[in-house]
């Protein structure tokens, strides 16, 4: 069984930064494109930044220049730098692991944005 593990999510204010990261098991992070997720209430969840096994990125433009995805071969593990957070960041974040017709999901990380 695919498990992917997130931590990092909270509350902050606007202008503020968090990290979330995502730990997978070796097979899944060598092979899989990587990515996050958001989903704010009543709203679908939609595509926040991928990252292919070959390092190559992807973003959504709402946070093109904000957001930062990474990967750490040696920990299996995905990373999300948010800076400049907004309160239209406010979502449960999920990390996907995504191959061909396969996707896995985490439990999903909150991320508050408020003052």
């Known amino acids: 069984q695919v498990q992917l593990v997130e931590s990092g999510g909270g509350k902050v204010q606007p202008g503020g930064s968090l990290r979330l990261s995502c730990a997978a098991s070796?097979?899944?992070?060598?092979?899989?494109?990587m990515g996050w997720y958001r989903q704010a209430p009543g709203k679908q969840r939609e595509l926040v930044a991928t990252?292919?096994?070959?390092?190559?990125?992807n973003y959504a433009d709402s946070v093109r220049g904000r957001f930062t995805i990474s990967r750490d071969a040696a920990k299996d593990t995905v990373y999300l730098q948010m800076n400049s957070l907004k309160p239209e960041d406010t979502a449960v974040y999920y990390c996907?692991?995504?191959?061909?017709?396969?996707?896995?999901w985490g439990q999903g990380t909150q991320v508050t944005v408020s003052s």
């Open positions: 996907n692991a995504h191959l061909g017709p396969n996707d896995h």
């Open positions: 070796r097979i899944i992070f060598r092979i899989y494109t």
């Open positions: 990252i292919t096994n070959i390092e190559s990125t």
